[in-house]
């Protein structure tokens, strides 16, 4: 058995402050062998914001890969934007932006799908897209994680990333059994399966800390895999509540490369 924690869009220069102690201790008292963070960790790409957003990383016990979103590069300094996007991001949180996570039977691969040239959007090259099937491990759980979603809701009023359709087709078709993203501050799990399932789950994270108080709650999710099966617990903190309720559950299965409701 095989425990994931999925936490997306900090926003901290935003955050709940109230809320960040009972996330962390959510979190370690946790025990998750990987946790992995997709995006916006930050709410404008400021320093000071930065710096928060690195000591409650480094408060997190567990193993941690994260990548970027596109709050974490500037949205009103253009200079900084077109040239030097990620140069605070590296500078305190990670240099590596496409970071790999590898324990037990699942393997991550983290992807930075923001677009410096359309700052909320994002994109998804063709060279991003080969770089995650020639390197798919065949006794794994093959995962991707990224900040913008590769599939949405019809009622989502935010345009789809660029090279969102093909990538999902591409990594549907070449193994890719899981994808997870944040963005939208929208919490989806198996809303794309289908009536006969599909090779790729996606679960899309709400906000784990945004103060926005249109969100209504924050959350994260606990994968726990187990062979086949797969437990997703949501731990949500609805706005006017001062911590997490108990966590809800939700179970999938894979069955002949197939993921469906259980």
Not at 17 to 43: F, K, M, Q, S, Y
Not at 74 to 87: G, I, N, S, T, V
Not at 193 to 203: A, T, Y
Request: charged content about 25%; overall charge positive; hydrophobic content about 40%.
């Amino acid at each position: 058995m095989t425990r994931l924690l999925h936490l997306s869009d900090l926003h901290f220069g935003f955050e709940r402050v109230a809320l960040v102690e009972p996330l962390l201790d959510r979190i370690n008292g946790a025990n998750p062998d990987l946790v992995v963070v997709t995006g916006d960790l930050t709410h404008r790409a400021r320093r000071a914001q930065f710096a928060q957003a690195a000591e409650f990383l480094r408060r997190i016990e567990a193993p941690l890969i994260a990548v970027p979103g596109n709050h974490d590069i500037p949205l009103y300094r253009l200079a900084d934007r077109m040239m030097k996007p990620f140069r605070r991001y590296r500078r305190h949180i990670a240099e590596n932006l496409e970071p790999i996570g590898h324990v037990g039977a699942l393997r991550v691969q983290g992807l930075n799908s923001v677009d410096p040239m359309s700052w909320q959007r994002g994109m998804l090259s063709a060279a991003q897209m080969r770089r995650v099937t020639e390197a798919l491990a065949p006794d794994c759980i093959n995962i991707v994680a990224l900040h913008h979603p590769m599939q949405q809701r019809p009622e989502v009023d935010k345009q789809l990333m660029r090279g969102a359709r093909e990538g999902l087709a591409l990594f549907e078709m070449q193994g890719v059994q899981l994808v997870l993203s944040g963005h939208l501050h929208r919490w989806s799990a198996g809303a794309f399966l289908g009536p006969d399932g599909r090779q790729i789950l996606q679960v899309q994270a709400g906000t784990a800390l945004c103060a926005r108080r249109d969100d209504r709650q924050n959350e994260f999710a606990e994968l726990e895999f187990d062979q086949d099966a797969l437990l997703i617990r949501r731990h949500v903190a609805p706005m006017d509540e001062t911590g997490f309720r108990p966590p809800q559950e939700l179970r999938f299965q894979r069955r002949d490369r197939l993921w469906h409701p259980a």
